[in-house]
């Protein structure tokens, strides 16, 4: 059994700041490449950031220069520090993680409950 667990969303004014948080607990036996992901209502998922195992990094245009991703192997947790939020940053963010686990070891991609963020005008 895997289980993630989000934190970190909440309502923000225009130009504020937050840090999403993802911890993976349970049978993990490794982690690949994690990611976020957010969906605004009426519109489809996309992705905002993701991190590699090696840690390079990719960002949506919608987010490079606003947004840092993020990972603490340690932890088995990735972070999504969001700054100058934007109003149209408001959704769902979810998190999700490229993982092998036990007793199968057979690769799987596992999501978060979602949090969500709310950024006001």
């Known amino acids: 059994q895997v289980q993630l667990v989000e934190s970190g969303g909440g309502l923000v004014q225009a130009g504020g700041s937050l840090r999403l948080s993802c911890a993976a607990s349970g049978s993990i036996s490794s982690i690949n490449a994690m990611g976020w992901y957010r969906q605004a209502p009426g519109k489809q998922r996309e992705l905002v950031a993701a991190?590699?195992?090696?840690?390079?990094?990719n960002y949506a245009d919608s987010g490079k220069g606003r947004f840092t991703i993020s990972r603490d192997n340690a932890k088995n947790t990735v972070y999504l520090q969001m700054n100058s939020l934007k109003p149209e940053d408001t959704a769902v963010y979810y998190c999700?993680?490229?993982?092998?686990?036990?007793?199968?070891?057979?690769?799987?991609?596992?999501w978060g409950q979602g949090t969500q963020v709310t950024v006001s005008s």
């Open positions: 999700s993680l490229d993982m092998i686990s036990r007793p199968d070891y057979y690769p799987r991609k596992y």
């Open positions: 991190i590699t195992g090696g840690g390079s990094t």
